[in-house]
């Protein structure tokens, strides 16, 4: 079935007219259209799929990684679970990022704005405004403007919850309606954003339907899940709960088998997804209709390095996934001592990896040396790593990375991005929906109900396949096999010496008994969320929300959580987070300063930046 993001390239070149709509000395510009030609069912269509072009965060002719949708930055490495990577002189604003000392010159959040307002917002007013001229003319139907209209307002609903997730309160609403963007102010009541985005929300899910046949298409399911999520923003769990509990009722969706599934190309758009991002490659030179957000997010050393080693896994959140006898997380004493790393330890230098019992979700999160990767041979350590003092011991993360034996034929054949890839990047999953009603009702003191749904997913990781492959050597080879070769059942880098038979670590899970009150179903509601969808861009805002309830995140404060990682973290990166420190004032990102300039007397930025 052909995926929505081949035609993306052709919708960029049709919609370049209604982008400007300014006569240029009176000629018509080479390669423009006519903005009348899309005054029927064809060119809207065309001018959504321009719009739905902007939900990655890059449009074709300018990519931007601080305008990922799967916010890597401001998600992840602003987090404890991941690092920046690479290493310091790469890259410098992430640093700052990172570091929670950004400036309101940075220009990462300012692509985040520039391509959630600038673009994805505009075109999807603009493509609202044609739907109903459209429709007035009589060229439509009613049922068909709606339609359409319904997936236009759910794109612009997830560009303003992507802004609002960087941004908080501090933007401006616009509307198909509005006159003049450029005096519109970003001061707004309480409540006035969110509902502003629930409210499309709401209109699309009344609309659309079910299922699409063309992967990538808004559903209804898509748009009840991100108003639950933008709900669980502010804790509104009472709204968020209605709409979770109509997605497990009503939805056809279930948990896969295996917990990898959700990251394996072979299984895009599977039972569990709800909406998928879709990455398509080779279609177009450099592969642009893929996630190009994430595009120097892959191994940058030795044979398998291509570019450009950026965001790492922290050491602090491998060691969350450290397990009791009881095969249960170590809530209070996870970070007290470190799990083995190779930091310093050169590939052939001996090594050998943590026999502690960890959650078996670890290696398929995190790339440590000794441990199989994917179907590339085991990891050798700091011979795959640009530089450990500054990225730290772990490969990029590999969530969305692809198999050796799925390289240049699933990924890109052209461009420097090389580990850009055919992987999606499921946005809303049935994962996602489980463990949010599980925090639901944790925060309803429903310590059972809760108890439930956490199972679920423990139980689906306890039951999935687990990284095979136990490594014996501890000094590596550097010998490099040729690309293509079938390294599973002997692995080209240790002469043989893996047991395929055997899991690569000591992986124990267990289900929890019970709960004692809903105080400690939170504590595991958001532990589970951690280790479920570590590095997956989610990290820092779940602190963020979480840090506004009665007892926060297990008792401490997302400040304390922050700046205890960091301090811990100099174990491991000796000067990288030195100095480093976490306040109330760093929850969300600055108002670009170009804007507020540009914007003077309209925009205001953030009181926490002035």
């Known amino acids: 079935m052909k995926k929505l993001s081949i035609l993306m390239v052709i919708a960029i070149l049709l919609t370049m007219s209604y982008s400007c709509s300014e006569d240029f000395l009176t000629k018509e510009p080479p390669g423009s259209t006519s903005e009348n030609v899309f005054y029927d069912a064809t060119g809207i269509d065309a001018l959504l799929i321009g719009t739905y072009a902007m939900v990655g965060g890059s449009s074709l002719w300018e990519i931007s990684w601080g305008a990922s949708i799967q916010n890597w930055t401001y998600g992840s490495a602003a987090s404890d679970d991941a690092y920046k990577g690479s290493e310091e002189g790469d890259q410098t604003p992430v640093n700052d990022i990172e570091r929670w000392q950004v400036q309101t010159t940075n220009n990462y959040p ?77 001061v707004n009541p309480d409540g006035a954003v969110l509902k502003f985005i629930t409210d499309d929300l709401a209109y699309a899910a009344g609309i659309l339907p079910a299922s699409q046949a063309q992967p990538g298409r808004a559903t209804k399911w898509a748009a009840k899940a991100l108003a639950a999520r933008a709900f669980l923003q502010d804790l509104k769990y009472t709204e968020a709960e209605a709409l979770i509990d109509e997605i497990i009722e009503d939805g056809d969706f279930s948990l896969v088998d295996e917990f990898i599934d959700n990251f394996n190309i072979a299984t895009n758009n599977n039972s569990e997804s709800i909406f998928e991002i879709q990455a398509n490659v080779n279609d177009i030179n450099e592969s642009l209709n893929a996630e190009m957000g994430i595009g120097l997010n892959w191994p940058h050393g030795g044979d398998i390095g291509m570019c450009c080693g950026f965001h790492c896994p922290s050491q602090n959140l491998f060691n969350a996934y450290k397990v009791d006898a009881n095969g249960l997380p170590m809530f209070d004493t996870f970070n007290d001592t470190d799990l083995a790393n190779d930091a310093g330890i050169a590939s052939d230098e001996a090594f050998t990896p943590t026999n502690h019992a960890l959650d078996p979700r670890v290696d398929h999160t995190i790339s440590r040396r000794g441990i199989p990767y994917k179907d590339w041979g085991i990891n050798r350590g700091s011979n795959w790593v640009r530089k450990q003092t500054d990225g730290g011991p772990y490969l990029p993360v590999p969530k969305p990375f692809m198999k050796q034996s799925e390289r240049f034929s699933l990924s890109t054949t052209t461009g420097w991005q090389t580990g850009i890839n055919a992987n999606n990047y499921r946005y809303l999953r049935y994962t996602h929906i489980i463990l949010w009603k599980a925090e639901c009702r944790a925060a309803a003191n429903d310590p059972a109900g809760a108890l439930t749904y956490v199972n679920m997913i423990r139980e689906r990781a306890k039951n999935s396949t687990p990284v095979m492959g136990k490594v014996s050597l501890t000094k590596l080879p550097t010998s490099v096999y040729p690309w293509g070769a079938n390294t599973t059942s002997a692995d080209y880098m240790t002469g043989g010496e893996v047991d395929w038979t055997k899991p690569a670590a000591n992986y124990q899970i267990e289900l929890y008994s019970s709960f004692a009150n809903g105080n400690e179903a939170m504590r595991a509601v958001q532990w589970e969320q951690r280790l479920e969808f570590a590095t997956e861009g989610m990290r820092f805002f779940d602190l963020r929300r979480w840090d506004d309830l009665p007892n926060k995140i297990g008792g401490k404060s997302m400040a304390e959580i922050l700046n205890g990682f960091a301090q811990a973290d100099l174990r491991v990166r000796p000067s990288f987070l030195a100095g480093a420190n976490f306040g109330d004032n760093d929850k969300y990102q600055p108002i670009p300063q170009a804007q507020v300039d540009q914007q003077g007397g309209v925009i205001e930025q953030r009181p926490e930046y002035k």
């Open 110 to 186: 300012a692509d985040k704005w520039q391509r959630a307002f600038g673009m994805g917002v505009d075109r999807a007013n603009k493509t609202i405004k044609v739907i109903n001229a459209t429709e007035e003319a009589g060229t439509i139907t009613s049922a068909e403007a709606e339609q359409f209209r319904a997936q236009a307002r759910f794109l612009r609903g997830l560009f303003y919850f992507e802004a609002r997730l960087v941004f908080g309160d501090f933007i401006p609403i616009l509307d198909e309606t509005t006159e003049d963007p450029t005096q519109v102010s970003n």
